[in-house]
C-alpha cells in the first residue's frame, strides 16, 4: 500500500502522473493494468529505502541486497558491474 507519507515525497506533478500507479498499488483495479508488476515495484522500493539505512544490517548487507536486486538489469547499458555480489 502507498502511505500518504510515501504520496508526499513526490512533487505536487509528479504525484499527479502516479494517481493511478498509486491506486493499484493500493489494490484498487485501474484500468486493467498489471497490478502484480506494480506492487513488485512497490516492494522493492521498500526493500531499497529499508536496507539504504545502514544502521538496519550494516554494508554487507546493503551491498548484497542491492546487488540482488539490481541483478536483473545486468543487461542494461547503466548497468554497474561493481553492483554483481
Known amino acids: 500500500m502507498v502511505t500518504d507519507a510515501d504520496r ?8 499527479e502522473g ?3 500507479v498509486f491506486t493499484v498499488a493500493d489494490g484498487a483495479p485501474s484500468d ?4 502484480r508488476p506494480l506492487a ?3 516492494a522493492k522500493r521498500r526493500i531499497v ?3 539504504s539505512d545502514t544502521a ?3 554494508y ?3 551491498d548484497y541486497v542491492l546487488g540482488q536486486l ?7 547499458p547503466d548497468y554497474q558491474e561493481a553492483w554483481r555480489r
Open 32 to 35: 486493467g493494468a498489471p497490478s
Open 40 to 42: 513488485e515495484c512497490d
Open 49 to 51: 529505502e529499508q536496507v
Open 18 to 20: 502516479m494517481d493511478s
Open 60 to 62: 554487507a548487507v546493503r
Open 8 to 15: 508526499r515525497k513526490l512533487d505536487a506533478g509528479v504525484r
Open 56 to 58: 538496519w544490517g550494516g
Open 70 to 76: 539490481a541483478l536483473p538489469y545486468a543487461g542494461h
